[in-house]
């Protein structure tokens, strides 16, 4: 059966041209990069090449560039450094709508001698911005704001919250996740001070991401050890995964005017055309200020866990909304945050594309979708009492 993947703000599929130019480095140049021979240096010019194609992307200088496993180390270190280069400032301030690997954080930080602020944000999943400023005060150590929401989509106002805070002595950390190779970043033109990033979510290999800090950023390294990074980071290189990393970047340099061009199209004809065959179906999230290829379309009175299933017997690959916790099924905290009412989160599917998707594969899920709502719902005892 062939596969329809719609679930690319999950993970991405590693691009041809990235796996090509890793796999030597497996086997054939498998030297240390901090080896004084020649065999050691042929692969410590590929890790500099790597970091001046991630710094080309997102218009930083090489040297701001620290290279580590994930997304989610990226957001840890940043945090970490922030608080432990401000220890007398016991106040941090979030977003209620973060990936877990900043919300969970700021969760143990509060338990730990932390005042956190968890921003609102409103039904369509925006930032609630006079919250925020409202609520910066000079005991503030971080305000971690996420670029876009990876369930929603939905876009914050970096820019914006990065001039606000300039004029404050206060971290501004930007989990950017889902937004590099989505959309135009140029670093030089926002004020922040650190940024989270991973390769998985561009079509670059698992198991590495990297963490801007902004020249002048006060920093400490997470992982202590080696000279690797210049001390910020600790650990042999993954070497064929940071290279992977460098052409992914590349890649999506070249890719970002055009390819995002097309993949919006096609996120929006799948959007379009499921609202106008499935009654009763909602999106989630600020249709004007999103990510290209992300939809979260809430189809009401039918579980998200039912749809996948059913769609699953036809190979189509997406993600929904809830979360299994202790056996119940919960609709994610983003979309409670949002205020989405239980019969919607519920139904709640994300659809995220990628250059990989082509009208085909669109046309197929327009055309099998709205006979499984269909079904689901005659099953569906909310339904029946909602006619
Ligand atoms: N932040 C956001 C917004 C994400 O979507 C993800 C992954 O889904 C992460 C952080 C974590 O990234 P990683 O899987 O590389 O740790």
Request: net charge negative; aromatic share 8%; hydrophobic share 40%.
């Amino acid at each position: 059966m062939k596969v329809i993947y719609v679930d690319n703000n999950a993970t991405t599929q590693v691009a041809p041209e990235v796996l090509e130019e890793m796999l030597p480095y497996f086997n054939e140049f498998y030297g240390n990069p901090s080896s004084m021979h020649t065999f050691g240096g042929m692969v410590e010019h590929k890790i500099v090449e790597a970091r001046e194609r991630l710094a080309g992307l997102l218009g930083a200088s090489p040297e701001e560039i620290i290279i580590n496993s994930c997304g989610t180390e990226s957001d840890s270190t940043a945090i970490r450094a922030a608080i432990l280069s401000n220890p007398d400032k016991k106040h941090i301030l979030t977003s209620r709508v973060e990936h877990p690997a900043v919300k969970n954080l700021f969760e143990y930080l509060s338990k730990n001698g932390y005042r956190v602020t968890f921003v609102p944000v409103d039904r369509k999943g925006r930032l609630d911005l006079d919250y925020l400023y409202k609520n910066l005060s000079e005991d503030t150590a971080i305000v971690s704001i996420m670029w876009a929401n990876n369930e929603s989509g939905v876009i914050f106002p970096i820019e914006e919250i990065g001039g606000v805070l300039k004029e404050k002595e206060i971290v501004f950390h930007t989990d950017a996740v889902q937004a590099v190779g989505k959309i135009p970043i140029d670093l030089k033109n926002v004020d922040v001070d650190m940024f989270s990033l991973s390769g998985h979510k561009f079509h670059g290999p698992k198991g590495v991401g990297a963490l801007y800090v902004r020249k002048g950023t006060k920093y400490s390294p997470f992982l202590i050890g080696g000279h690797q990074e210049k001390g910020r980071r600790g650990g042999t290189e993954n070497v064929a995964s940071i290279i992977g990393l460098g052409k992914a970047s590349e890649l999506a340099a070249a890719n970002l005017s055009d390819e995002s061009i097309r993949v919006k199209r096609l996120r929006d004809k799948l959007e379009t055309e499921l609202l106008n065959r499935i009654p009763n179906s909602i999106v989630n999230g600020d249709i004007e200020n999103r990510l290209p290829n992300t939809t979260s379309i809430a189809f009401e009175y039918v579980e998200g866990e039912a749809i996948l299933l059913m769609m699953d017997e036809y190979g189509i690959c997406a993600s929904s909304g809830s979360a299994c916790t202790s056996g119940s099924l919960e609709p994610s905290h983003v979309l409670r945050a949002m205020g989405v009412p239980f019969t919607a989160a519920h139904g709640s599917i994300r659809f995220s594309l990628s250059i990989y998707n082509t009208e085909e594969e669109i046309d197929f899920i327009i055309e099998k979708l709205p006979p499984i709502i269909e079904r689901l719902r005659e099953l569906s005892p909310f339904w029946k009492k909602a006619q």
